[in-house]
């Protein structure tokens, strides 16, 4: 092993190596040199080392896999904070990652890897932030990168070179691995490809089981553990790398699988579910895909969620339609069972993680990426922008399936001042929806009316008045039904009236018209004395009718009040002595 003070006290004597063969390759291929000319070396370098670095087999999984402390493979100092291994031969790799004892400054590692193609570039192996909580004690004391993939992944490596710069931690050590292509899995990939993954109301969509991607059970350490309850789901990305085809995926998910359990020591495979960029779903952590299965994938916030992972890295590419359909459907099945709306926010306690300090309470949305709980770039920055449009169809997806207006409602009674409207048979589907009213004014909601029932009020006079009727179930978003009445509400008119009497039978009518929620109305009176009348217009409230002639006598004056633009009809009556004497006198 090569720590930081084995380096301090090694670099003397390198450096009187470097005097005796200036910017020339030491030994099996150590670069030697300074400043640009190192990471011209860096990136020109072809040496074969010796010894060719032999993966273990595993029959039953295909998976082979060598773990070695990177100071055993000539881990040596470049220059002041820098490492490097010599170009090592190795038998097929098309997985590497990197561990080291916990708690110490984290090193920057660069890794190529030597294809048929040649040599690639430096890639960065990005810190690995996907972990358990401490109190599960999975494995604790020890830190690592995500796992990096050679791309293509169906051209493994049979070279690797190793950069490091910053610091060497205790105990840091590689993992190769390289997962074969076993007889099922392009079998498996080919009825993926043919599976639909969208399914009539919230069923549980196409997931490919464990069983079926190859899980060895003998590499889990104990039975799973179970939260009580599901608030959330985290969606990451597993940053290894893209360019794998659809029967390689088995293959990748041992690898992780693999890395996982026999060199950062947990207990099973990290995720819940996995997505491969075809839309397919893997089965992850063992324990029942429908249940409450406590995965090992967001530090601190384990205890009440579930881990989505989708294969590959979203810095690097966009996240495929079929991808985020799937994992559309999945959110919405999954946080169904619990009753979580995905649009939705939860209080989720901290166990301690590298953003928030353990017991403190945090709002996050019900789906998010781990970014928002974690120090990390996942789910990568493109799968990231798309979390809002994921939240929306899987919120629809849980009402399309859980939650229907199965028979409209309607509106009985009359839109007249006084009069009870009353919303009546409709039906949610389920039974179980919790059903709201909110009655409406042109539209905006009337303070308290929240009842089946409104009485017609006097500000309602001229506008059209309905009910907004809402089902809604948890974790589902609420469907409404907007009913409005055909015509505007109208006032019940005070019609009142007075005789004037004069000189030679005439007879003038004064009608006056009023009508709570109306200024001045308007229309037309009727007025009648005897068998004679006269239409009149009423504005403003008042109309006056001009009779000459009337004999004399008692008589009946009635009124019949019309066509008020948002006044119903009304009438009244009264009597007038009209004086003299005559031959059609009445008493």
């Known amino acids: 092993m090569t720590s930081d003070d084995d380096a301090g006290a090694t670099l ?18 150590v670069v030697t040199g300074t400043g640009a000319g190192i990471m011209r070396a860096l990136n020109s370098h072809d040496g074969h080392p010796g010894s060719r670095l032999q993966l273990q087999a595993d029959g039953g999984s295909g998976v082979g896999i060598l ?18 291994t010599p170009a090592l031969d190795t038998s097929q790799v098309t997985m ?20 048929r193609a040649g040599w690639s570039l430096w890639r960065p192996a990005p810190l690995l932030r996907d972990l358990p909580d ?18 293509p992944f169906s051209e493994p490596a049979d070279g690797i070179q190793v950069h490091v710069t910053g610091s060497v931690p205790p105990e840091l050590s590689i993992t190769l691995l390289h997962a074969a292509t076993l007889a099922g899995d392009a079998r498996i990939a080919s009825e993926a490809s043919r599976s639909t993954m969208r399914a009539t109301g919230v069923q549980p969509p196409t997931i490919y089981t464990r069983a079926q991607w190859g899980a060895d059970e003998s590499w889990r350490d104990g039975p799973p553990r179970y939260n009580s309850t599901i608030l959330q789901a985290h969606v990451h990305h597993s940053a290894s790398g893209n360019g794998y085809k659809q029967a390689d995926v088995p293959a990748l998910i041992r690898s992780f699988y693999k890395y996982h359990t026999k060199s950062l020591g947990w207990s099973d495979i990290a995720y819940n579910f996995l997505i491969d960029s075809f839309g397919t779903i893997w089965e992850g952590r063992y324990g029942g895909v429908d249940q409450a299965v406590r995965g090992a994938h967001t530090l601190g916030f384990n205890a ?23 994992l559309a459907h999945l959110a919405a099945w999954k946080l169904s069972l619990y009753g979580r709306d995905p649009q939705g926010w939860a209080q989720v306690k901290s166990e301690g993680s590298d953003k928030f300090p353990n017991g403190k309470v945090v709002s996050l949305p019900v789906i998010d990426g781990h970014r928002d709980t974690n120090d ?13 449009n994921l939240r929306a169809a899987a919120a629809g997806t849980i009402a399309a399936a859980t939650l229907k207006l199965k028979k409209p409602y309607a509106i009985v009674g009359k839109t007249i001042l006084g009069h009870t409207l009353t ?12 059903v709201t009213y909110q009655w409406m004014r042109n539209n905006a909601p009337i303070a308290g009316a929240t009842g089946s029932t409104y009485v017609v009020d006097a500000a309602d006079v001229g506008s059209i008045v309905g009910c907004v009727v809402t089902g809604s179930v948890p974790g589902v978003a609420p469907i409404s039904q907007g009913i409005g009445m055909p015509i505007p509400c109208r006032s019940v008119p005070v019609v009142t009236l007075r005789s004037q ?8 009518v004064h009608v006056d018209v009023t009508a709570p929620g109306v200024a001045a109305p308007d229309g037309e009176a009727l007025v009648m004395i005897g068998a004679r009348q006269r239409t009149v217009p009423v504005k403003k409230g008042k109309a006056i009718a001009r009779f000459i002639g009337v004999d004399p006598g008692r008589w009946k004056v009635r009124v019949k009040y019309s066509r008020g633009t948002v006044v119903r009809p009304g009438k009244t009556s009264d009597w007038v002595r009209v004086p003299g004497r005559g031959p059609f006198a009445r008493d």
């Open 96 to 115: 590497v990652g990197f561990t080291w004892r916990d708690g110490v400054r984290v090193p920057k590692i660069l890794v190529r890897f030597r294809t």
């Open 376 to 388: 990390t770039a996942c789910p990568g920055g493109n799968l990231y922008a798309q979390l809002g």
């Open 304 to 326: 009440a969620s579930t881990g989505f992972c989708v294969i590959g890295n979203l810095d690097s590419v966009q996240p495929t339609q079929a991808t985020l359909d799937s």
């Open 67 to 84: 773990e070695r402390s990177l100071s055993d493979l000539g881990l040596a100092s470049t220059g002041p904070g820098t490492w490097q």
């Open 12 to 29: 003397p004597r390198r450096r009187q190596v470097l005097r005796a063969a200036t910017a020339t390759v030491i030994g099996a291929g």
């Open 501 to 508: 009497r004069k000189p030679g039978g005439k007879v003038i």
């Open 423 to 434: 919303v009546v048979d409709g039906k949610f589907k389920p039974r179980e929806a919790t």
């Open 134 to 151: 401490p109190s599960t004690g999975e494995g604790i004391g020890k830190a690592g990168t995500s796992p990096i993939v050679v791309q």
